[in-house]
């Protein structure tokens, strides 16, 4: 069987949002000063997309539905994602 792919990079797995459920507003928060984030709905659509330059960027969704959506949190070409709930 294949391997499993490992991330051994900290600032991806360090990587937070919170509070997590929320009403719709976020903060990612990164250990890293240039990195991007996209948040899709469970369908893998595009809703937003933007970069940080700081190490949290606040997330408004308040206009969404309630659900889950899916962040995909870059730095540097590696990507994690993170499921968060709006109430």
């Known amino acids: ?9 900290p600032t991806l797995l360090n990587a937070r949002v ?9 903060t990612i928060i990164v250990e890293a000063s240039n ?12 809703i937003k997309s933007e970069s940080a330059s700081a190490n949290k960027a606040e997330v408004n969704i308040e206009a969404l539905e309630a659900g889950i959506y899916m962040i995909q949190i870059s730095v ?12």
């Open 18 to 26: 919170q509070p997590n459920p929320s009403n719709g507003l976020f």
């Open 1 to 9: 069987p294949p391997n499993p792919i490992l991330i051994d990079e």
């Open 35 to 46: 990195w991007s984030y996209s948040l899709f709905d469970m369908n893998g659509k595009l």
């Open 76 to 87: 540097e070409g590696d990507s994690i994602y993170k499921k968060i709930v709006k109430q």
